[in-house]
């Protein structure tokens, strides 16, 4: 197994990939130390829907190859291609972005 190549796979180059890096950090974050601004259970709900979409928006966007005999060219790239775990992952993941959300605005009150 060529360790290069294994590392190149988790490059971060797409927004959900950035997304679930950020949201994990935030969830470290959560468990760990103690926020003021915000409760840290309502933080990590926030940080943990984030994580979902970002997963689901991975698997919704796979590697894909297009090749074309006629005109001798090969097309490489992630469009959206909607998968039934990434809708899964994204719906769940919303609704936990807005149970968190919602906790976040009414902590206070």
Known sequence: MDFSNFLKNFAIDYWYKMLIVVSF???VIALTLKIYAIPNAALFLL??????IGMGEWVNHPYQERINLDYSFKVTGHPRRPKLGGIALDLVGSVVLAFGMFKAAFAFM
Do not use: K, S
Not at 47 to 52: E, Q, V
């Open 47 to 52: 940080a943990f829907g984030g994580f979902l």
């Open 25 to 27: 950090a935030f969830m």
